[in-house]
């Protein structure tokens, strides 16, 4: 058995000064290690597949900031060009021509958007496209799927995942009734649940919001025939399909989750990679909802960080590396590896698991499965997990701190890396 002896005596201390001046000593929930025990370690530097905490250890790393160091962090290209960004400025609060070139690599990669608007987080792309909706259909409900995750939004937080499933956290306090009355939820992958929700509401429901792919809840594919079922309701009832591709976009496919599905919904929301590891997010889709965006049309909302070019110029230096060649079948070759290892591994030494992977995302339930949406997610063993996910960290493999969060390859992990990781895994599993 490989030695599981690993010091983070400087993250401890880094960690416990944390706590005493920031809420849970993180700036996000699942940082925290909390659905996972013991204390998270605390980052020093990046490169490529890599990390390392500020006690020296090494690790490789499958979170990858979330999605967005789909090239591996640190890309040198990415790098390169930042640092001539940073010689003119980094903000101008003014409209800069780095905006029009990563709109139009954004417009010509996503089927659904002809027009495109910038902003700072995933999380306000869709408060933006949730007014956006509501303004042009002059309706006020919407359908979201339990599990999903849109950000950390009043309206949002209603059976939501990620960190809010994570933690096992209610509805948020602090969130009005009045805030939430009108989100309407139904099971992801239950075309009849959102048959019904129309019928009981007609003339109600401004659209419907998903993540094509779920990756806050875990790693959930959607049925055959679901995203064409939600495409042909909306259309049937007057209501707008929108594609929360902040996870999913670029990553799954140049295109997005709607590029490889083949399903083109009205308006899309974007983050992650189009950012290159700096924080942005956008929303985008038709021009005749586009229009409706001030100051074009009367739906407000502003940012004066929105399209600053440091953040501009990673996303076109990333999505330039995207176009390269062989990019997208050396994410799901090496991803597929993984998945499947990881896998083998668990069964192999008697751990009921399901899951998979789809490009550069792969997930892992520890239950006997399959998983269709939320529901069954949570008949995992989150205990079980907790020990899997310390004993991955021993042994130098950084996955994300939670059973309900998707996992990430970069384009930089090597078979090596990979090897190395289901290894681990065995390792681990066989003294679980």
């Known amino acids: 058995m490989v030695s599981t002896t690993l010091k983070t005596t400087k993250s401890e201390e880094i960690f416990a000064a944390a706590q005493k001046i920031m809420p849970g000593g993180v700036s996000s929930p699942v940082r925290a290690f909390k659905s996972v025990g013991g204390q998270p370690i605390v980052f020093d530097r990046v490169k490529g597949a890599y990390i390392w905490d500020v006690d020296g250890n090494q690790y490789i790393d499958y979170v990858g900031t979330w999605g967005p160091a789909i090239c591996g962090h640190a890309h040198p290209d990415v790098i390169g060009a930042l640092h001539d960004a940073l010689e003119k400025g980094t903000s101008f609060g003014a409209p800069c021509y780095l905006e029009n070139v990563l709109a139009e690599m954004v417009i010509d990669a996503v089927p659904s958007i002809e027009m495109v608007r910038f902003v700072n987080s995933g999380t306000e792309a869709c408060m933006a496209v949730l007014r956006l909706m509501r303004a042009f259909t002059g309706r006020e409900k919407v359908i979201k799927f339990e599990g999903c995750y849109h950000g ?6 209603v059976k939501a995942g990620s960190g809010v499933a994570t933690l096992g956290l209610p509805d948020s306090p602090g969130v009005p009734k009045s805030a939430t009355s009108s989100t309407l939820t139904a099971p992801y992958n239950d075309l009849e649940a959102v048959k019904a929700l129309f019928a009981e509401n007609p003339n109600e429901i401004a659209g419907v919001i998903l993540e094509p792919v779920v990756g806050n809840a875990g790693f ?33 496919a140049y295109g997005g989750a709607q590029a490889k599905f083949g399903i083109t919904p ?8 189009i950012g290159g590891g700096l924080p942005v997010g956008a929303y985008g889709g038709r021009q005749d909802i586009m229009a409706m965006v001030a100051p074009a049309g009367p739906v407000y909302q502003a940012g004066t960080l929105s399209g600053n070019p440091l953040a501009m110029t990673a996303g076109i230096k990333t999505l330039e590396l995207l176009q390269k060649a062989g990019t997208y079948e050396q994410l799901e070759r090496v991803t597929k590896k993984l998945a499947e290892g990881l896998l083998c591994a668990a ?28 529901e069954d997610a949570k008949k995992s063993d989150t205990a079980k997990f907790g020990k899997f996910h310390r004993g991955m960290l021993e042994r130098g493999i950084y996955l994300a701190p939670s059973q309900f969060e998707a996992g990430f ?4 992990h090597t078979d090596e890396d990979i090897d190395r990781t289901i290894a681990a895994a065995r390792d681990v599993f066989s003294s679980l």
Do not use: Q, W
């Open 266 to 273: 009205d308006l899309t929301t974007l983050g992650k990679v």
């Open 220 to 252: 959930i594919l959607p049925d055959a025939g679901f995203l064409e079922g939600l495409r042909e309701i909306t259309k049937e009832n007057g209501a707008l399909l929108v594609f929360d591709e902040v996870m999913t976009g670029f990553r799954i």
């Open 409 to 412: 390859t970069s384009l930089a």
């Open 347 to 374: 069964k192999e030494t008697g751990h009921a698991t399901c899951g998979g992977s789809l490009s550069a995302m792969f997930g892992m339930f520890l239950t006997e499965g399959p998983v269709h949406n939320y």
């Open 152 to 157: 950390h939004a009043d309206m949002f937080l």
